[in-house]
């Protein structure tokens, strides 16, 4: 199964310079766990809201702080035509549950979670979850 074919489209993206303060908001009002940060027509980062709690607040920045500070830098992404399985392969070796989903000319098209990626073959999601919920890793983009 491709990536295309269970992934979320329609997916809210922020800037570098907004406030965490409003992308906070904007995760709990629409129940996300993390935001591709896009500049120029360009995936940039991403920002988790453990990003925000860990990074941000446990540095004691305020709600202004801009994104760009606390965001991880230089994500992880996939293509839109690729395997499902290679997808859940590469989220177990980096250890993230969810990612930016590209299409071939580097845009935006979507995102795929560890939860996609269950409901489309649960043997592939078990296997990505194990890796990924063993110790170590860059604790990065979850």
């Not at 908001?25 to 120029?40: C, S």
């Not at 991403?46 to 702080?65: C, L, N, Y």
């Not at 299409?103 to 078990?126: E, F, H, P, Y």
Request: aromatic content about 2%.
């Amino acid at each position: 199964m491709k990536v295309s074919e269970c992934m979320s489209d329609g997916v809210e993206i922020c800037s570098p310079d907004d406030e965490i303060r409003s992308v906070a908001r904007i995760m709990r009002e629409m129940d996300l766990g993390a935001m591709p940060v896009g500049e120029n027509d360009r995936l940039v980062g991403m920002i988790t809201d453990r990003d925000i709690a860990i990074r941000a607040v446990g540095d004691s920045m305020g709600p202004e702080t801009k994104v760009r500070r606390v965001m991880s830098s230089n994500p992880r992404w996939c293509y839109e035509d690729e395997e499902v399985e290679d997808v859940s392969a590469q989220m177990a070796e980096f250890k993230v549950r969810r990612l930016p989903v590209l299409n071939r000319q580097k845009r935006l098209v979507g995102m795929i979670s560890l939860g996609d990626v269950a409901l489309a073959d649960r043997t592939v999601s078990g296997r990505a979850l194990h890796e990924i919920s063993e110790r170590g890793g860059l604790h990065s983009q979850h």
